[in-house]
């Protein structure tokens, strides 16, 4: 097993982390709660909705046409 984290966790994350935000800065600018943001960006939640993966992208300052080139 590996230790790396899922595709959408680490583009995100990263983001999170280029962006100077905490976690929980993140989550309340997405508007969710942190356990749930910390679920996904630690690919906990590896298939979370695409309504959540939205509203951490915008927070981010990113859309979700951003998110779909990086995991290419």
Known sequence: MTDALPPLAAALDAE??????????LARLANLS???VHAILSGATPNPGVLTVRAICLALGRDLAWLGRRLK
Do not use: H
Not at 16 to 25: I, K, M, P, V
């Open 16 to 25: 999170r982390t280029a962006n100077d935000l905490s976690l929980n800065e």
């Open 34 to 36: 942190p356990g749930r």
